[in-house]
Structure formats: structure tokens, C-alpha cells
């Protein structure tokens, strides 16, 4: 979610508030996905005990200093020993729908090889609870924590990630397939592949071209073989992968300003949506990816296709683009008025943004489109037991009003998820900001309902 904003550290600036309105479950169908979204670094914690071995983020934020407020994910909300009252929490707050990621390094604690039955036996646990409470599981294989035994062989940068990914898709599927029908292969692929290896932002702390271009191509090819894995193993399995994306216009309807926009709208939106529909990298308008010609091997391209069942976005605010001598991209984003409405990550509160998104991914051929991550972190205060986040409320009702407006249109919209369930680790922010509709105390680990977590309760009665 953080690509852009923790690349270049820029605030966007600020569209017109669009206006509240009043939204019904109803309104959506009957068989759409309602559902919150985690990720196995951010909330299980137990980083070191029942023989998971180190991840890329384990290794990251051994460092203080790659962390705003030095913490780490070590404990995170420990869901990993409350997972049954917590689900039972998602129950009480009528979500039918649990996203989550497997822990490679849980599951395979040298990467590859030798199978650790005490991380399979706690997922078999979570997945089991979840069904017994109504609660339908969707997964993602992979959601950033790279066993950091890889990354010291190169990650993915090296080309053998490919038969690594395809080990470990090939023991989830087979040790859970029989229970999880919905499955994602990779999540936000162009923010792990720019923060860790062009910026350095995030784990596994690498920067360069080359390097990013090698893991691009590398990520392209997991996530198609992924797909793949999956449909042969997983009877009736609902196939896709989480993309970030925002919708990208040009500050000026200058030459100069739209090249801009097609530069960083290739980063943000098109590398990694065009190379599994076939349409191949989008070369012609970001130059540079031409480099990745060193990378491609015959029958890459053919091996770059799957076909998706679904695809997942993941959107968080639009992108006003102007030019910019930073390198390669030679694009950046125009700084916010003033008068700016944002989150506590300083990003802009845009939801004509998400309707713009999905109109733009419904243009390809694919055959539905789920919104897999959207919300927003907000100051939040615990007074007298009570956290009145209407900023979020508010956020929800925007976002959703558009979401509902696609579908309207013809648009096959078929579900929701919030980010997220619980306050959790975020990632290079740490514990400072807060995404989620139940409040966390990161000493006490109490969990307390916000008023959004309330709101989405009455919502999906």
C-alpha cells in the first residue's frame, strides 16, 4: 500500500470531498464478499519459537533505524496465540470473509526442504476455526516475509526463486487445499519488488536496477506458475492475485506532464496485470524496461500468461504526476494544497480514485474484480473505553459509494475487503499508525471495537 508515498515521501494533492451518502448492504447483492484483510508478518508475532526460522522482515527490523518508531513484528498483535477470540471477534462484527498470508518461514523454515509440522499444525488450527464459526478463509501464499535464507542467495533477484515459489505453493495447496477455495498468489508485487530492491525502503533493504528489474520479471513468473500450481491441485479453487494500483492523471494536459502520468502509471498500475494477460511489459512507455531483455529466457513470455479468475486491487489514494529528474521513472507527484484532506500517512482521501481504478482494470479482459485492500490510518484515541474514528466511518462510506457506482455501471465488482481487522504492525511505520476498525493496545494486547467497527457491524447485518 505504501509504494509510492514511502518511495518519494510526497503527499498528493486533494480532489473535491465527494458527498456522503447513504449505502445498504443490500445495495451490493446478495453474493458479494465481505471480508478483512491481514498479513502473517503484521499480526501473528511468535517470530521465533515452534521452529519458524528468520524472515527478510525479521532480519529488517533487527535494525532500529529502518523502523519510524524502532519496534518490530517479534510479538506484532500476537495472533498467533489468539487467533480463536479474535476470529470469534471478526464473527461478532458479521464478516463471513478472512484474509490472511502463510508465513513461508513458518511453513518452510530453510525455504526449501525440510517441512516444519508446527507451523502446518497452527494454520490447520486457524483455518479449521475459521470454518467452524461461519467464517470463509481466503489466503495469500505470499505477503513479503521472504525466508531471509533465500534473500541470502538472492531473493528475487535469483532466477531459482522460481522452483522455490513453486515448492512452497505446492505444499499449501496440498496440505490445505481441501478447505481454502479462494486463493491469492502474491501481494502488491510492485511494492515489494520497488521498496526492497530499487529503494531500499523496506526488507530486504537492496537498491539498484538491475536488481529490481531481475526481481520484477522473477515476481511475473512466481505469480503466473503460482496460478497455475493452484488449478492443478485445488478442486473448484478461486484463483487470483492482490495488486496495488491508483489511478494516475497528469497535473497539466501538457506532452511532458502525460508522459509522466504513462511512466508512473506503468509502475503503479501495469507491471504486473499486462505480462499475465499476454500484452507482454509495457516497454513502450517506461524505456527502461527495455534492460529486462537480459533476464528473459525463451518460453518467459508464454510462461508470463495465466489466467485469473480474479484479480485484486488493492487502492489507497490517486496520483497527480508531473515531472521529475528522479531516475528511470523521471515522474513524481504534485505536493497537496494546503486545505488537503489526508490520512495519518499523509496520503490523499481521493474515493473517486477507486472508481477510476476499476474502470480502468475493467478495460482488460479479465473476469472479475474483487477490491482485496482498502481503508486508511487516522489518530485514533481510547477515551473511556470508546474510539470515536468517524473519519473512518466517513472514509468507508466514500470509498464504498464508489465501489457501488462501478458495480452499478456493469462493472463485475464482486467484493470488499478493509484494511484491516486489527491495529497491526505497519510494516517501516511500525505500531505509529493505525489502519484498523478494533483497536489494539500493543502493551496489554486488548482488543477494543472502534466506532468503525461497530458501523460495519450494523452495515452487514
Known amino acids: 500500500m505504501a509504494l ?26 446478495d453474493d458479494f464478499y465481505w471480508g478483512v484483510a491481514t498479513a502473517a508478518y503484521q499480526i501473528e508475532g511468535a517470530s521465533d519459537i515452534d521452529g519458524k526460522g528468520e524472515s527478510v522482515w525479521d532480519r529488517f527490523t533487527s535494525k532500529k533505524s529502518h523502523i519510524k518508531d524502532q519496534s518490530n513484528g517479534k510479538i506484532a498483535i500476537d495472533f498467533y496465540n489468539r487467533y480463536e477470540s479474535d476470529l470469534k471477534l471478526l464473527k461478532n462484527l458479521n464478516f463471513k470473509n478472512f484474509r490472511f498470508s502463510f508465513s513461508w518461514s513458518r511453513i518452510l523454515p530453510d525455504g526449501t526442504g525440510k517441512i516444519n509440522e508446527k507451523g502446518i499444525d497452527f494454520y490447520n488450527r486457524m483455518i479449521d476455526t475459521c470454518l467452524e464459526l461461519g467464517i470463509e478463509p481466503w489466503t495469500v501464499l505470499y505477503h513479503w516475509d521472504l525466508p531471509q535464507v533465500l534473500e541470502d542467495k538472492g531473493g528475487w533477484t ?10 512452497y505453493t505446492d505444499l499449501c495447496t496440498r496440505r490445505f487445499g481441501d478447505r481454502i ?16 530492491y530499487l529503494s531500499g525502503i523496506h526488507a ?7 536488481k529490481f528489474l531481475a526481481s520484477v520479471h522473477h515476481a511475473n513468473l512466481c505469480q503466473s506458475e503460482g496460478g497455475r500450481i493452484i488449478r492443478r491441485n485445488v478442486k473448484n479453487s478461486h484463483i487470483g492475485t492482490a495488486l496495488s494500483c491508483s489511478y494516475t492523471e497528469p497535473h497539466k494536459m501538457t506532452g511532458s506532464y502525460q508522459r509522466a502520468a504513462q511512466r508512473l502509471d506503468v509502475v503503479l498500475n501495469r507491471l504486473f496485470i499486462e505480462p499475465s494477460l499476454g500484452m507482454g511489459y509495457p516497454v513502450q512507455h517506461l524505456p527502461v524496461l527495455e534492460k529486462l531483455e537480459r533476464y528473459i529466457q525463451p518460453q518467459d513470455i508464454e510462461n508470463l500468461k495465466f489466467d485469473f479468475d480474479f484479480i485484486g486491487i488493492q487502492n489507497y489514494f490517486r496520483v497527480v504526476a508531473k515531472p521529475s529528474i528522479i531516475p528511470y521513472i523521471r515522474a513524481n507527484r504534485v505536493k497537496p494544497q494546503d486545505s488537503a484532506e489526508v490520512t495519518a500517512m499523509g496520503w490523499e482521501v481521493s474515493p473517486e480514485g477507486i472508481y477510476e481504478i476499476i474502470k480502468q482494470f475493467a478495460k482488460y479482459p479479465i473476469k472479475e474484480i474483487i477490491v482485496t485492500e482498502n481503508g486508511a490510518a487516522f489518530p485514533d484515541q481510547l477515551i473511556n473505553q470508546r474510539i470515536h474514528d468517524q ?3 466517513d472514509f ?3 470509498y464504498l459509494q464508489n465501489v457501488l457506482k462501478a458495480k452499478n455501471e456493469g462493472i463485475n465488482v464482486t467484493g470488499y475487503f478493509a484494511w484491516t481487522f486489527i491495529d497491526n504492525f505497519e510494516w517501516a511505520e511500525g505500531f505509529r499508525t493505525r489502519y484498523g476498525i478494533v483497536y489494539n493496545d500493543f502493551e496489554t494486547q486488548e482488543r477494543t471495537i472502534k466506532d468503525s467497527g461497530y458501523w460495519f457491524r450494523d452495515f452487514l447485518k
Open 4 to 29: 509510492l508515498a514511502a518511495l518519494w515521501k510526497l503527499k498528493p494533492i486533494l480532489s473535491e470531498s465527494s458527498e456522503i451518502q447513504e449505502i445498504l448492504k443490500s445495495d451490493f447483492g
Open 204 to 210: 530486504p533493504d537492496r537498491t539498484g536496477i538491475h
Open 391 to 393: 473519519q473512518r466511518i
Open 181 to 196: 477455495r479462494h486463493w491469492m498468489v502474491l501481494n502488491e508485487p510492485a511494492s515489494f519488488t520497488t521498496l526492497g
Open 158 to 167: 535469483n532466477r531459482e526463486i522460481i522452483n522455490w515459489f513453486s515448492e
Open 396 to 398: 468507508y462510506k466514500r
